[in-house]
């Protein structure tokens, strides 16, 4: 959990190279997970408890952080909503060729809004959870004791 909240605060700062830093965090969420543990337990982890002690990381990092954006998100609902958040990013980052107009069309619809939430939220899990995983398993080969 502790593991989890660290990473959830260092994911806020704005960092140069964000994308970057987003995989870089998670994936020593997992390892630092996995040390904090063999530290404290003294006993070190299999490969595939490791994964498993990185996949509970990665689902807390991912509440933690879906309750940050929960609450950015009500703030927002004030100021036009999440879909004109959307709408302007699409709008100032939009690259040659893409069809701006029909992205801006389904961010106007209820249902096209819903299933935009929802598919992000579908890969950000699998982004926060597969990472520390990796972390973990990698944490778990290091400090394995021969």
């Given at each position: 959990m502790l593991a989890a909240a660290v990473t959830s605060l260092l994911m806020m700062v704005p960092w140069p190279l964000a994308p970057f830093f987003l995989?870089?965090?998670l994936l020593a969420a997992g390892f630092s997970a996995v040390y904090a543990y063999n530290r404290r337990t003294g006993e070190a982890l299999s490969m595939r408890?490791?994964?498993?002690?990185g996949w509970l990381t990665g689902v807390f990092c991912f509440l933690i952080t879906l309750i940050l954006t929960v609450s950015t998100a009500l703030a927002l609902a004030s100021s036009g909503g999440l879909a004109s958040l959307w709408r302007k990013q699409i709008q100032e980052n939009a690259q040659p060729g893409l069809n701006v107009e029909q992205m801006l069309e389904v961010l106007d619809s209820p249902m096209?809004?819903?299933?935009?939430v929802i598919f992000s939220l579908g890969l950000l899990f699998l982004l926060f959870t597969t990472l520390p995983m990796i972390g973990g398993a990698l944490g778990a080969k290091v400090l394995e004791k021969e």
């Open positions: 995989v870089v965090w408890s490791g994964v498993r002690l096209g809004l819903s299933l935009v």
